[in-house]
């Protein structure tokens, strides 16, 4: 299988609630690093996975509204745990989206499988991957 990979990051701040999150039940910050990985069995007739320009820019896009956010104050979030997995799984459903409906360019409805995973540290990080077919 082949797989292009873009990267982009973003710096928030949450909190938690339950005794299981310790301190960072608390206001903190955090500066994810997101790597988005498309995958699929035969390249474009360009001989390409996906147009790298276009996938970058389609994940600053779901990017952007979270960055420099609290997003304990971000209304679709309200209620919610966004924990770093919570996160991965956001991003995924809004870049498949991006595959599904042609914002990746020619080829995109190719990709069969991405993978969101999310660097919350240099020794911690958590991912979502699945299938871009049909929505998660």
Do not use: C
Not at 84 to 96: N, Q, R, Y
């Amino acid at each position: 299988m082949y797989a292009v990979e873009v990267r982009e990051h973003i710096m928030i701040a949450h909190s938690f609630k339950g005794e299981l999150f310790g301190p960072a039940q608390r206001l903190h910050g955090a500066t994810f690093v997101v790597d988005v990985a498309f995958f699929r069995r035969e390249l474009t007739v360009d001989s390409v996975v996906v147009d790298i320009g276009r996938a970058h820019e389609a994940l600053k896009g779901v990017l952007g509204p979270l960055n420099y956010r609290n997003l304990d104050e971000v209304g679709q979030f309200s209620g919610k745990l966004t924990t770093t997995e919570f996160l991965s799984k956001h991003v995924f459903d809004a870049m498949a989206e991006a595959a599904r409906s042609g914002a990746l360019g020619p080829g995109g409805e190719g990709i069969e499988k991405i993978r969101v995973m999310l660097h919350e540290s240099h020794v911690a990080r958590a991912w979502y991957e699945g299938d871009v077919s049909t929505p998660a």
